[in-house]
C-alpha cells in the first residue's frame, strides 16, 4: 500500500485544530514588576515590567497606546482618550496630569514613556467608545504605602482583577499588567485602590485592542505536542514504506 505524506500530517494537524490542547481561563493575563529605589530615584531600567509588556503585545496586532502627551499639564477627567488604531475612550474620576520630564515628582512617581503619566490617589474609570477585548497599563509607585491597585472590568456584568503587586516595598516600582479576553468584550473598566487618598499611583502607556486584534500565540505545550503527532505521522509512514 502505498501513502502519500501529505494524508498524516493533514489528519495530524486537523486533529490539533479541532482539538484544543486545554481550554484557557478567561481573562489571560501577564505581569511584571521591578521593585523601586526609592521615592527620589527614576529607575533607569524596569526589564520586567518591560518583558510583561512585550509578552502582552506578541498576542495582538495593530493595537493602540495613550501615552498621555497630548493633554496639559495638571488637566482633569473627563480625558478623551485616544488610542490610535484601535479605539477612543473617555476617562472619568479622581486625578490628573502630571509632567515630569526627568527624575520623579519627588513622591517615586514618573512617566514611563515621554514626560506625562496620569496620577491619582483614588479611583478612576474608562468607558471605551467600542467593546475591547484587551487591555494593559503601566503602573509606576504602586503599594509603598500599602496600597494595591484592582480591575474592575463591565460588560454587562463585573470581574474583578487583582494585580499582585507588592505591598509596602520601596517607591518608584514600575509594574506593567496586561489581558486579553478571547471568550468576553468589555465597555468600560474602574481602576482602584485599596489605600485611596494614602498610596498615591502613576499610570502611563495605556494600550486596547479589539477582538479582531487578539491573535494569541500557540502555547509551548501545544507546540511541543504537534511537533509529536507530526514525528508519529513520519514514523507512521516510515513503517508503511518498510512493510
Do not use: C
Not at 31 to 54: C, I, K, V, Y
Not at 99 to 126: C, H, L, Q
Not at 216 to 241: C, D, H, Q, T
Request: glycine share 14%; charged share 10%; net charge negative.
Amino acid at each position: 500500500m502505498k501513502l502519500s505524506l501529505k494524508t498524516p500530517l493533514a489528519l495530524a494537524a486537523a486533529f490539533l485544530i479541532a482539538a484544543p490542547i486545554a481550554a484557557h481561563a478567561v481573562p489571560v493575563t501577564f505581569f511584571g514588576e521591578d521593585m523601586g529605589m526609592g521615592e527620589g530615584t527614576r529607575l533607569p531600567s524596569h526589564p520586567n515590567a518591560d518583558n510583561a509588556r512585550n509578552a502582552f503585545l506578541a498576542n495582538l496586532i495593530g493595537v493602540g497606546t495613550e501615552t498621555f502627551e497630548s493633554f496639559a499639564d495638571g488637566a482633569t477627567a473627563p480625558l478623551a482618550l485616544n488610542f490610535p488604531g484601535a479605539g477612543t475612550a473617555t476617562l472619568n474620576g479622581s486625578g490628573y496630569v502630571e509632567t515630569v520630564p526627568a527624575g520623579t515628582n519627588g513622591f517615586g512617581r514618573y512617566p514611563i514613556s515621554g514626560d506625562k503619566y496620569w496620577e491619582t490617589g483614588s479611583n478612576f474609570s474608562i468607558a471605551f467608545n467600542a467593546p475591547i477585548a484587551a487591555f494593559g497599563f503601566y503602573g509606576v509607585d504602586i503599594g509603598d504605602f500599602n496600597g494595591q491597585v484592582t480591575l474592575q472590568l463591565q460588560n454587562g456584568g463585573v470581574t474583578n482583577l487583582v494585580i499582585p503587586n507588592t505591598v509596602n516595598g520601596a517607591g518608584g516600582s514600575v509594574l506593567y499588567f496586561g489581558f486579553y479576553d478571547t471568550a468576553q468584550q468589555y465597555t468600560g473598566l474602574t481602576f482602584g485602590n485599596t489605600a485611596g487618598g494614602t498610596d498615591f499611583f502613576g499610570f502611563d502607556d495605556m494600550t486596547i485592542g479589539s477582538l479582531e486584534q487578539v491573535a494569541p500565540v500557540p502555547e509551548p505545550a501545544s507546540l511541543l505536542l504537534l511537533g509529536s503527532g507530526l514525528a508519529g505521522a513520519a514514523g507512521f509512514i516510515r513503517r508503511k514504506r518498510q512493510a
